[in-house]
């Protein structure tokens, strides 16, 4: 089975609404991280949170460990906030490889 | 900023052609990834490095062969393409030694194979 699954598949808002998406995996991650890939498909790293609440900006992440899931909220949001959002799991700290889930689509209408 | 470029960034290959992606990062990283993306999969890993010299099996490493010539260079080679290997592709670079480290993606190269 898939080891990272991401929900919503997708989410449409209005612009200033929040966002709210979930990652949630089956199996002990040593990392975590969220991307955030364009329209155009560029992929960069938004923030990396294998436990704990992490602040950057409009983004907020929440990770819970022993419960194998993960949260991005998204604050007032915007129409430069639309594209895809991806979770990517570690399961081990010196390898670096990473494990994807299959993103969440998120369109912000103005 | 990490820079992680690719070449080519479009490519149309025959099938049982041979096609070579490259990959070049100039921020001295140790690690170095290549994946595919294809809808309903989300990002999967092929090949990846740890250094000059050195190529580990990803998830997926069937049809690929990688080569880490040197620091700054990874390339996916594809020897004998199949229609099935059309998709996009993105190399990435990184240390990884905490939590906190990351990865730094190329722009991505679309590889189509009739």
């Known amino acids: 089975g898939q080891q990272v699954q991401q929900s919503p598949a997708s989410l449409v808002l209005q612009e200033g609404e929040n966002a709210e998406l979930q990652c949630n995996f089956s199996s002990t991650a040593t990392q975590l991280q969220w991307f955030y890939q364009s329209p155009g498909g560029s992929l960069v790293s938004l923030l990396s949170?294998?436990?704990g609440t992490k602040h950057t900006g409009r983004l907020t992440s929440t990770t819970v460990t022993k419960e194998r899931r993960s949260s991005l909220h998204i604050s007032s949001s915007q129409t430069t906030d639309s594209g895809t959002y991806l979770c990517?799991?570690?399961?081990?700290?010196?390898?670096?490889?990473?494990?994807f889930g299959q993103g969440t689509k998120l369109s912000i209408k103005p | 900023e990490a820079a992680v470029t690719q070449s080519p960034r479009n490519k149309v290959a025959v099938t049982g052609g041979k096609v070579t992606l490259s990959c070049n990062q100039t921020n001295n990283h140790n690690n170095m990834y290549w994946y595919r993306q294809d809808t309903g999969h989300g990002l999967r890993l092929i090949h990846y490095s740890y250094g000059a010299g050195s190529t580990e099996k990803g998830d997926i490493p069937d049809g690929y062969k990688a080569s880490r010539p040197s620091q700054e260079n990874f390339s996916l080679i594809l020897e004998l393409a199949t229609p099935s290997q059309t998709s996009v592709y993105f190399c990435?670079?990184?240390?990884?030694?905490?939590?906190?480290?990351?990865?730094?993606f190329g722009p991505g190269t679309r590889l189509l194979v009739l």
């Open positions: 990435a670079s990184g240390d990884w030694g905490g939590p906190q480290d990351t990865q730094y």
């Open positions: 990517a799991i570690a399961l081990n700290y010196n390898q670096g490889k990473l494990i």
């Open positions: 949170n294998p436990s």
